[in-house]
């Protein structure tokens, strides 16, 4: 049986290491009829829109998806394809696993670090409701509501519970915004009281921030808004060796969004240099989601065979490998 999933290749390395998973995805015996559309600054160059309606369409008749990086402009410029999908096709929950490969080299290369981070993803100042207020001062307002806060914590404890996770940690800045981040407390708690068996903390997203430099090993699940969670997430992928290792996956209820969480990389694009891991382990949960965790299992212990080795690594990660080279490992890995 072959599978139909949407892939967006992205910009830069994008189509790079979208090449890359798609061929460890067949080397893992996963037959997949893939429906490629472009999103980014290529579909803005080819199309004239960053996010064409075709490619919501795709993911609407498919159900999953695996995307590259796009490009973002700072402070100008067209909006952000990751931001408009997330909306559009209400994918509530980012999803991101924090652990350490083999042979990644960190600070806490001797700290059991597993944790996983589901952050609202739909809602909170991502909302893009901002305004000029009179000449220099400008608003944004930050939206929290039940309705979101709720489904993010149901969908942490959901997991946990699956997966015999015994904590969940809730950050917030409920000292200071006692209305919109105490409205997602609230919500955390009425979960919580569902779940007896796991154990519930709370923490204030500096405090968060401090612990988990100077004691990771120490978190579970984190739940968190969506700027809290942007934020956090990308510190936490900065303790097992950067964005380059981390997967990710947006959920929703009817469809999924499996993306790499880097950069573009536009340096690198083109060279056959770029490191395609942070997909690979993307598409790996995305093998999971679809019902295919025998395979999904298999790819991921590919991965850390290749980094348990050493040979055969891009360089951004301490190798000299290609591209092609690091993918060849993996491949032969699973056959």
Same mark, same amino acid.
């Given at each position: ?55 919501? =369409? ?6 999953? $998806? ?10 100008? $410029?067209?909006? @952000?394809?990751?931001? /408009? ?33 589901? %952050? ?33 914590? =149901?969908?942490?404890?959901?997991? +946990?519970? %699956? =997966?015999? %996770? ?20 609230? +919500? +955390?708690?009425?979960?919580?009281? %569902? ?25 579970? +699940? ?6 809290? &969670? ?10 097992? $060796?950067?964005? $380059? ?14 993306? /790499?969480?880097? &950069? ?5 694009? &083109? ?16 093998? /999971? ?15 850390? /065979?290749?980094?348990?080795? &050493? ?10 490998? @290609? ?13």
């Amino acid at each position: 049986m072959a599978y139909q999933i949407t892939l967006i290749p992205g910009d830069g390395i994008g189509p790079e290491v979208s090449a890359a998973t798609v061929r460890v995805i067949e080397a893992a015996g996963i037959q997949v009829d893939w429906e490629v559309v472009e999103a980014g600054a290529s579909a803005l160059a080819d199309f004239g829109q960053v996010l064409p309606p075709k490619v919501v =369409e795709s993911l609407e008749r498919t159900g999953v $998806g695996l995307k590259g990086p796009t490009a973002t402009p700072v402070g100008g $410029g067209h909006p @952000s394809v990751n931001v /408009a999908l997330r909306k559009k096709l209400d994918l509530y929950v980012n999803f991101r696993p924090i652990r350490m490969l083999p042979g990644t080299v960190s600070r806490f290369n001797d700290t059991h670090i597993d944790m996983v981070i589901f %952050r609202e993803n739909t809602e909170d100042l991502y909302s893009g409701l901002e305004h000029e207020v009179v000449p220099g001062v400008v608003e944004s307002i930050k939206i929290i509501t039940r309705q979101a806060s709720l489904r993010i914590a =149901e969908a942490a404890f959901a997991y +946990c519970q %699956r =997966e015999n %996770r015994k904590k969940v940690t809730a950050i917030h800045k409920a000292n200071i915004m006692k209305m919109s981040d105490g409205l997602f407390l609230r +919500c +955390c708690r009425e979960v919580a009281e %569902r779940y007896p068996s796991i154990q519930y903390t709370e923490l204030i997203v500096d405090n968060a921030c401090m612990q988990l430099v100077m004691h990771p090993e120490q978190f579970d +699940c984190l739940v968190l808004p969506n700027l809290y &969670g942007d934020i956090v997430s990308d510190l936490a992928a900065g303790l097992v $060796g950067g964005l $380059g290792i981390v997967p990710g996956a947006n959920l929703g209820a009817r469809q999924a969004v499996f993306e /790499a969480v880097h &950069g573009t990389a536009p340096d690198i694009a &083109g060279k056959g240099v770029a490191n395609p891991t942070a997909l690979i382990q993307s598409a790996s949960l995305m093998l /999971a989601h679809i019902g295919e965790r025998e395979a999904s299992v298999r790819v991921k212990n590919a991965l850390e /065979a290749v980094y348990a080795e &050493g040979k055969h690594l891009t360089g951004d990660v301490g190798g000299s490998a @290609s591209t092609s080279e690091f993918t060849d490992a993996v491949c032969a890995n699973l056959s």
